[in-house]
Nanobody
Framework: QVQLVESGGGSVQTGESLRLSCEAP????????MGWYRQAPGKQRELVAH???????KYADSVKGRFTISRDSAKYAVWLEMNSLKPDATAIYSC??????????????WGPGTQVSVSS
């Protein structure tokens, strides 16, 4: 079983920044993609940012230009730098590692989720 470890999150004011971290300490499959997803109260889970093993990235339109996802050379850890945060970023953020190159979060493993709260 793959157990993802997440860190970061917290409460900040509009315009401030946060950095989320995710690590897969043990893998039982080839990780071809990792990403961050979020779910706000009363809403469905949505993709925030995703990166493949080859470095191809994908972002939600609402965060383009402000959020940046990166990975290490071992392909088992990713970081999400969130800049110029706005209240609409308030949600529970969860990391996913999957055996597919797409951003649909099929299979693989999830982290427990970390709360991000942005106040105006």
């Amino acid at each position: 079983q793959v157990q993802l470890v997440e860190s970061g999150g917290g409460s900040v004011q509009t315009g401030e920044s946060l950095r989320l971290s995710c690590e897969a300490p043990k893998t039982i499959f080839t990780i071809r993609g990792m990403g961050w997803y979020r779910q706000a109260p009363g809403k469905q889970r949505e993709l925030v940012a995703h990166i493949t093993e080859t470095g191809v990235t994908k972002y939600a339109d609402s965060v383009k230009g402000r959020f940046t996802i990166s990975r290490d050379s071992a392909k088992y850890a990713v970081w999400l730098e969130m800049n110029s945060l706005k209240p609409d970023a308030t949600a529970i953020y969860s990391c996913h590692a999957g055996p597919y190159g797409g951003s649909l979060s099929l299979g693989g493993a999830w982290g427990p989720g970390t709360q991000v709260s942005v106040s105006s």
